[in-house]
């Protein structure tokens, strides 16, 4: 069965940073990858996937992920936060075969001050 | 507006109570799913539905049962409430005529056990 793990639980950024939030996942097989956003009091969202082609996959608001299969991961960047950016940030994977389902990471929470 | 439709939006029950969490979607998705989210857990899926007539335990299904009633509607039965299942619930559908596995998630929830 796969797994994923994030490896932050909580970033704290100003304003124009720059993000890296880890992803790593646990499947021998080929996996389909996302990343989903939880803005306070509302349901997730897709930020962005990856299925298969270029490993670099651009999402909405700025965002990108890297697919590295050689080290099993999927990371979300920005180049440049935003204060509306703060949100619950999970990273989600699901084995390439039917009848599987979305596994979701623990989570990563995001503040950012302005 | 298309989508996931979840009720109740909020519940509170008591030990040993009995309820049913439901759930349907309009966009005639093969795939329907219950997860649960707490806080630092992420999102753990309970069952799942890859298609209309079957149902799977995901990773967190017991003190739960399912009924997939048709193509449209997925509902998620607590028998016997326990405190431990005091947790926001979100369902899901997805399909794969998308050529994604876009996944669409309903607005939650919120389960209180006391």
């Known amino acids: 069965a796969q797994s994923v793990s994030q490896h932050n639980h909580h970033v704290i950024l100003s304003e124009a940073a720059s993000l890296e939030l880890g992803c790593n996942y646990s499947?021998?097989?080929?996996?389909?990858l996302f990343w989903y956003v939880q803005y306070p009091g509302q349901h997730l969202q897709l930020l962005l996937k990856?299925?298969?082609?270029?490993?670099l996959v651009k999402g909405i608001k700025g965002f990108e992920a890297e697919f590295i299969k050689s080290k099993f991961s999927f990371n979300l960047r920005k180049p440049s936060v935003q204060w509306s950016d703060t949100a619950e940030y999970f990273c989600?994977?699901?084995?390439?075969?039917?009848?599987?389902?979305?596994?979701f990471g623990k989570g990563t929470t995001l503040s950012v001050s302005s | 507006n298309a989508g996931v439709t979840q009720t109740p939006k909020f519940q509170v029950l008591k030990t040993g109570q009995s309820m049913t969490l439901q759930c349907a979607q309009d966009?005639?998705?093969?795939?329907m799913y219950w997860y649960r989210q707490d806080p630092g857990m992420g999102l753990r899926l309970i069952y799942y539905?890859?298609?209309?007539?079957?149902?799977d335990k995901g990773e967190v299904p017991n003190g739960y049962n399912v009924s997939r009633l048709n193509k449209r509607e997925f509902s998620l039965r607590l028998e016997s409430a326990a405190p431990s299942q005091t947790s926001v619930y979100f369902c899901a559908s997805s399909d794969r005529g998308q050529g994604n596995y876009g996944y669409t998630f309903g607005s939650g929830t919120r389960l209180t056990v006391v």
């Open positions: 499947y021998g097989g080929t996996v389909n």
């Open positions: 989600a994977v699901r084995a390439n075969q039917a009848g599987t389902a979305l596994i």
């Open positions: 990856y299925f298969s082609g270029d490993p």
């Open positions: 966009m005639n998705h093969n795939s």
């Open positions: 539905s890859a298609s209309e007539g079957t149902t």
